[in-house]
């Protein structure tokens, strides 16, 4: 079945510095959404990439989608200590039923 | 509006014993899934109901099953709890759920599940 793998696992960054996610699909996406769980919480959905080559930018964050779409990566700017917690993404591919990875935990030292 | 909610936020259970959770869409939203989350195996996808039809599955036994209501309310009910069903359980919705590609999904605080 289809599998999302999310690296790193862990990241640690001082404030100021820019992190990055990646994940990687084993099979073509119809689209790919992120999450951001802060410690304790639930998942926030962030955003959606439908088309091949997609780049998206919110703020410091900035999101792309592969041309193949079976890879995906979210990076943000300049670190802030909100930015704190594990970011998630989900592909969904043929069966409609997304695939997350295991996420991403975002450390941040002041 | 008002958010995903669910309930109960936290329950006790021991092996053997079942047990229904309960999750209240946002008001219009006609898709509910439910997904358990652990820190072993991660966020995993149990079931998405859209107009009291269950539309997809995830791959987890017969035990886990649900349900929606004509409001959209959905429940889950995990029978002869196993220790290893202890998780987060939580709910998503989202107004239609279909795709490609699939509507925004909001989720719920979710159920914290221990099974003793």
């Known amino acids: 079945g289809q599998q999302v793998m999310q690296i790193p696992q862990y990241q640690h960054v001082q404030e100021g510095e820019d992190f990055t996610t990646y994940c990687n699909s084993s099979t073509t996406l119809s689209n790919i959404q992120w999450y951001k769980q802060r410690p304790g919480g639930h998942p926030v959905f962030l955003i959606q990439l439908v088309k091949s080559g997609e780049v998206k930018k919110q703020k410091r964050l900035t999101f792309q989608f592969g041309e193949a779409k079976k890879n995906s990566s979210l990076h943000i700017t300049a670190t802030q200590t909100t930015d704190v917690g594990t970011y998630f993404c989900?592909?969904?591919?043929?069966?409609?039923?997304?695939?997350f990875g295991r996420g991403t935990s975002l450390i941040v030292h002041p | 509006k008002a958010g995903v909610t669910q309930t109960p936020r936290y329950l006790i259970k021991t092996r053997g014993q079942q047990v229904t959770l309960s999750c209240s869409p946002i008001s219009g939203h006609r898709s509910v899934s439910w997904y358990q989350q652990t820190p072993g195996q991660g966020l995993q996808f149990l079931f998405e109901?859209?107009?009291?039809?269950?539309?997809n599955k995830g791959n987890f036994p017969g035990r886990f099953s649900g349900r929606q209501f004509s409001n959209s309310r959905s429940e889950m009910n995990v029978s002869t709890l196993e220790l290893g069903d202890s998780a987060l359980y939580l709910c998503?919705?989202?107004?239609?759920?279909?795709?490609?590609?699939?509507?925004?999904?909001?989720f719920g605080p979710g159920t914290r599940l221990t099974v003793l």
């Open positions: 998503a919705s989202s107004l239609d759920g279909g795709g490609p590609p699939r509507d925004t999904q909001y």
């Open positions: 989900a592909g969904t591919g043929g069966s409609y039923i997304p695939t």
């Open positions: 109901y859209f107009s009291e039809t269950q539309r």
